[in-house]
């Protein structure tokens, strides 16, 4: 069971514009997430992240929202760049759990094109 | 400084093998966790090793085990190959064990092809 779903498998967008990359969990109990980027050929590098007391979190030109009550969040990309081409992972945790480990999405495959 | 190391980064093996693929971890790491990834299935949590024991462990056979030394370093192993194992396995590092707030590091990876 998914419990952590990237619905999209690819996106493509024009330079300069924004990109949204979205990520849906089922398991309430997260309450901590991360976004990961992942070149070909490169292990993912953590890009971004949220714990669920806040609803927006930015840096640089990466803000990530978290919709607690849809279970929902989103990475905003503005304006997004050719070298920001590359597979972005979502990741949710249980902070609370006597286990904790990340789990992932099964990514989206974000294009810029120039 | 030196990133997650994995070794070998290409390997092909033959249904019914085994296979050990070892990480040494960003210097100072003691944390040690590996993943599986997949087109299907994206990343999948396979363990995580901390001073040595594991620490936690995600929903694989017992197929696939693992072992941390005291230098840090991590293998993870694989008995009995299937053609299903082919996959990249990443290896992640961080300082303390995961938890919140803890970035983890990945490596490269290592590129099973099972045939």
């Known amino acids: 069971d998914q419990q952590v779903k990237q619905n999209s498998p690819s996106l493509s967008v024009q330079e300069g514009r924004i990109s949204i990359l979205n990520c849906d969990y089922t398991?309430?109990?997260?309450?901590?997430f991360l976004w990961y980027k992942k070149y070909p050929a490169e292990g993912p590098t953590f890009l971004i992240s949220?714990?669920?007391?806040?609803d927006k979190n930015e840096d640089g030109r990466f803000t990530v929202f978290l919709n607690k009550s849809a279970k929902h969040l989103s990475l905003h990309i503005v304006p997004s760049q050719p070298g920001d081409s590359a597979v972005y992972f979502c990741?949710?945790?249980?902070?609370?759990?006597?286990?904790?480990?990340?789990?992932f999405g099964k990514g989206t495959l974000l294009t810029v094109n120039p | 400084k030196a990133g997650v190391t994995q070794t070998p980064r290409y390997l092909i093996k033959t249904r019914g093998q085994q296979v050990t693929l070892s990480c040494s971890p960003i210097?100072?790491?003691?944390?040690v966790s590996w993943y599986q990834q997949t087109p299907g299935q994206g990343l999948q949590f396979l363990f995580e090793?901390?001073?040595?024991?594991?620490?936690n462990k995600g929903n694989f056979p017992g197929r696939f085990s693992g072992r941390q030394f005291s230098n840090s370093r991590s293998e993870m192993n694989v008995s009995t190959l299937e053609l299903g194992d082919s996959a990249l396995y990443l290896c992640?590092?961080?300082?303390?064990?995961?938890?919140?707030?803890?970035?983890?590091?990945f490596g490269e990876g290592s590129w099973l092809t099972v045939v």
């Open positions: 992640a590092s961080s300082l303390a064990p995961q938890e919140p707030g803890n970035t983890i590091y």
């Open positions: 398991n309430s109990m997260f309450d901590y």
């Open positions: 949220i714990s669920s007391i806040k």
């Open positions: 990741a949710a945790s249980d902070s609370g759990g006597s286990n904790y480990k990340l789990t």
């Open positions: 210097s100072g790491h003691r944390s």
């Open positions: 090793y901390f001073s040595e024991t594991q620490r």
